[in-house]
T-cell receptor
Framework: NAGVTQTPKFQVLKTGQSMTLQCAQDMNHEYMSWYRQDPGMGLRLIHYSVGAGITDQGEVPNGYNVSRSTTEDFPLRLLSAAPSQTSVYFC????????????????FGSGTRLTVV | KQEVTQIPAALSVPEGENLVLNCSFTDSAIYNLQWFRQDPGKGLTSLLLIQSSQREQTSGRLNASLDKSSGRSTLYIAASQPGDSATYLCAVRDTGFQKLVFGTGTRLLVSP
């Protein structure tokens, strides 16, 4: 049971480049989320999904795009990288909030450290 | 909008002390509250999960309490050790789209 797997672990991009951060989970979780973590700002929600084909914006969605074609995968796309997107990105997943299942917590991936120069 | 605050932002204690980390949240309509540990440059490790109907949870030297009506949770660490040095994050799961809202963390340093 691998849990939540994020790739790559490290990435350096030039301003204006695009890339996709990968996230996969093998726990059949309905909910998946992307967060970014910046010093002094805590973890902020970028986008989230409550199931395959359903996504919505979080607190800081600008410059990012997501899709959820399968239950397992939730990729995060940077459309045109900017230095302000230098951050550590975490993917997380959880069961949906049906009685009983909501008592399970979120599981996090190990993160992707992205630098935009 | 749910807001989560953690106090103190940083804490330095000698080994062996018992300590309390505080977390407060503004909206009591939550599914649960989760405490995480994060080591420098690493990911988040879940420590304790408290359901909204529970008052506390224990795991080894850790005890977390929840007072939903007052919007507060505490993480109690008994007999602290240098290996406990890390950042501790509190997060609440809201009852809407069940997003996880984080505090900014307490950075703990336990010196030998």
């Amino acid at each position: 049971n691998a849990g939540v797997t994020q790739t790559p672990k490290f990435q350096v991009l030039k301003t204006g480049q695009s890339m996709t951060l990968q996230c996969a989970q093998d726990m059949n979780h309905e909910y998946m989320s992307w967060y970014r973590q910046d010093p002094g700002m805590g973890l902020r929600l970028i986008h989230y999904s409550v199931g395959a084909g359903i996504t919505d914006q979080g607190e800081v969605p600008n410059g990012y795009n997501v899709s959820r074609s399968t239950t397992e995968d939730f990729p995060l796309r940077l459309l045109s990288a900017a230095p302000s997107q230098t951050s550590v990105y975490f993917c997380a997943s959880s069961y949906a909030g049906i009685t009983g299942q909501a008592n399970f917590g979120y599981t996090f991936g190990s993160g992707t450290r992205l630098t935009v120069v | 909008k749910q807001e989560v605050t953690q106090i103190p932002a940083a804490l330095s204690v000698p080994e062996g002390e018992n300590l309390v980390l505080n977390c407060s949240f503004t909206d009591s309509a939550i599914y649960n509250l989760q405490w995480f540990r994060q080591d420098p440059g690493k990911g988040l490790t879940s420590l304790l999960l408290i359901q909204s109907s529970q008052r506390e949870q224990t795991s080894g030297r850790l005890n977390a309490s929840l007072d939903k009506s007052s919007g507060r949770s505490t993480l109690y660490i008994a007999a602290s050790q240098p290996g406990d040095s890390a950042t501790y994050l509190c997060a609440v799961r809201d009852t809407g789209f069940q997003k996880l809202v984080f505090g900014t963390g307490t950075r703990l340093l336990v010196s030998p």
